[in-house]
């Protein structure tokens, strides 16, 4: 499968506890991005990478939030001391270096925070 | 930052009628137009795009057009099948800002 693949794809977790979630995208694509939709939204930008660098950040991302791609291939995002709030869609894609240009997406990892 | 206003949020239409859908944005240096579709449960997957220097694309039965003095593109389809029925949204690429900002969302539902 080549494109972007995201796991886990559901992950339920109690409020207060640590998540992680990855993200790989199509391998010979420079850029990253996270974003985070809720229902009956658009995606909401979270964070995006150019290779390893991690270019920008939104200013509604707390700073539980933590994202990293240390290789410049897959990428993780960290949410530390969960809330309610935080319950969502995750999503993750990729493209080549440009803003204009495809982004591609992963399926997405649902969260649930009970 | 960039602001993208999407309208109408609901769209019912007829089975082979046509449905067309409007965003509005806010920042002039904008450049790159992408439009997604997204089923049920699914990834949101590009069907249709257009750039700054472009005023109308077609695609077989979809369409966008952008009129960048007004900061507003629209995307077209016609005869509107039962499989077209899913979430669109906009998206909007400025030229400073290289992520993309996504319209609110637009549920069409064909009726056969």
């Known amino acids: 499968d080549t494109g972007v693949s995201q796991d886990p794809r559901h992950k339920i977790t109690k409020r207060g506890q640590n998540v992680t979630f990855r993200c790989d995208p199509i391998?010979?694509?420079?850029?990253l991005y996270w974003y985070r939709q809720t229902l009956g939204q658009g995606p909401e930008f979270l964070t995006y990478?150019?290779?390893?660098?991690?270019?920008?950040k939104s200013r509604l991302l707390s700073d539980r939030f933590s994202a990293e791609r240390p290789k410049g291939s897959f990428s993780t995002l960290e949410i530390q001391r969960t809330e309610q709030g935080d319950s969502a869609m995750y999503l993750c894609?990729?493209?080549?270096?440009?803003?204009?240009?495809?982004?591609?997406f992963g399926q997405g990892t649902r969260l649930t925070v009970v | 930052g960039e602001n993208v206003e999407q309208h109408p949020s609901t769209l019912s239409v007829q089975e082979g009628d046509s449905a067309v859908i409007k965003c509005t944005y806010s920042?002039?240096?904008?450049?790159?137009f992408p439009w997604y579709k997204q089923e049920l449960g699914k990834r949101p997957q590009l069907i249709i795009d257009i750039r700054s220097n472009v005023g109308e694309k077609k695609d077989q039965r979809i369409a966008v057009t952008l009129n960048k003095t007004a900061k507003h593109f629209s995307l077209h389809i016609t005869e509107t099948q039962p499989e077209d029925s899913a979430v669109y949204f906009c998206a909007v690429v400025s030229a400073a800002g290289n992520k993309l900002t996504f319209g609110g969302g637009t549920r069409v539902l064909v009726k056969p």
């Open positions: 920042d002039s240096a904008s450049n790159y």
């Open positions: 894609a990729s493209s080549l270096t440009g803003g204009d240009t495809e982004a591609f």
């Open positions: 391998s010979e694509h420079n850029r």
């Open positions: 990478f150019q290779n390893e660098a991690q270019l920008e």
